[in-house]
């Protein structure tokens, strides 16, 4: 919500009803403890996390709410042109290529008990948020605004490819420092 901040001032009404409707799903999702005994958390939480987070990309994606149909209009790069683009349109692209990024991580970490290795998981994962990407810029083609762009999915894309890159090589960092703490308490065990 706070990153929506600025769209408050162009759209209250919607701003207001979409903070409403995130509170009352964030409510819901959280509205009873599941018991388990299952020791890890993380696939409960991605479970409920990942199909939200997509909704908030297609929003974010989107915004402003109620745009008029329009002629396609796209470009292969921006059609705006970045060098004469505001802050809000940078921004609105680094917010979109973060949000892919976190999904491709958020997607890989929902994945990560099956063991795959990143050349395994990725090729899925990318063309998934390639599907998604995509899906969104035709949308914008169609929609009054700054049109559809195939470089910013192709951005987002890539977010995605790093996000899943990012879970692979923390996964490998957490089982080297596991493998050292346990040769170091395999070596003091041995000395003693």
């Known amino acids: 919500m706070t990153g929506a901040l600025p769209a408050a001032t162009a759209s209250p009404v919607a701003f207001g009803a979409l903070g409403l409707a995130v509170a009352a799903l964030t409510a819901w999702l959280v509205r009873h403890g599941e018991p388990s005994s299952e020791p890890r958390f993380e696939i409960a939480t991605l479970r409920r996390f990942v199909p939200v987070f997509a909704l908030y990309l297609v929003v974010t994606a989107l915004w402003p709410p109620f745009r008029s149909p329009s002629g396609w209009h796209g470009a292969v790069l921006f059609e705006n042109r970045m060098n004469g683009a505001g802050v809000v349109d ?47 810029e035709g949308v914008q083609g169609v929609l009054s605004g700054p049109g559809a762009s195939l470089l910013r999915a192709a951005l987002s894309t890539s977010g995605a490819a790093y996000g899943v890159a990012v879970y692979h090589l923390a996964r490998q960092h957490v089982r080297a420092l596991r493998a050292e703490d346990a040769g170091a308490g395999a070596s003091a065990t041995e000395a003693a």
């Open 90 to 136: 940078v921004l609105l692209l680094l917010e979109q290529v973060g949000g892919f990024t976190l999904l491709g991580y958020a997607v890989a970490e929902w994945r990560g008990r099956r063991e795959l290795s990143l050349a395994a998981d990725l090729p899925l994962i990318v063309a998934a948020a390639a599907a998604c990407a995509l899906a969104l």
